[in-house]
């Protein structure tokens, strides 16, 4: 640890040394001989650990999907996604609907933040890109991939989806198959059917 200032000076006729230590870094408690110490109040104490721990998720996460793909172009993104999306966020926003209507595609692409003073980020390729535009995230992977496995864990099937993605999940959801259970409760002779998964 390093001081940032040591002051020298007399307090009710006693010679005082105070050191001042810097400002704690984000995600990175203040120690002293190995102990983290916070404020307590008034008074300064040790961190339980679940408070140390709490000090480092604050450390800010590098986002990569707000960050700008070099030699992305607006021509890169696929009309389809940007419509449905435009439509998605006016059943999110409904008294935004209207006003959504009048926006053109860069207007509307920067202000749902996928798009960064008109320059296209990661997230608009994974989402909004053409299937040919993957290859400018690199090395980064952008599809989801489905598989069928049997009952011994063995691949039976599988599909890859890639950019662009907000349309992509609807046809991963087609390819889950979710079977009808036929179940006989305790008290009945009757079947009740239930589907495997919620929807």
Known sequence: MTFTNIYELAVNGKWVV????PVATRG?????KGIAYGRIHESLGPLALHEIEEIRRQ???????????VGATHEDLDPDAVTFARERYKEKHPNLADEVDGW??????ARTKVCIRNQI????IVLLGKSRTEHLLSPAIAH???????KDEI???YAHFGPPLILAV???FDKIRNLTIRYIPGETLFPQEVTQYDP
Request: proline fraction near 5%; charge should be negative; glycine fraction near 0%.
């Open 18 to 21: 105070m050191f001042e230590i």
């Open 28 to 32: 990175i408690p203040t120690t002293w």
């Open 59 to 69: 450390v800010p996460l590098d986002d990569w999907s707000a960050k700008v793909c």
């Open 104 to 109: 053109d595609d860069v207007s509307f692409l």
């Open 121 to 124: 980020t990661n997230a608009a």
């Open 144 to 150: 989801i991939t489905w598989v069928l496995k049997d």
């Open 155 to 157: 691949e039976v099937d």
């Open 170 to 172: 609807d046809r991963v």
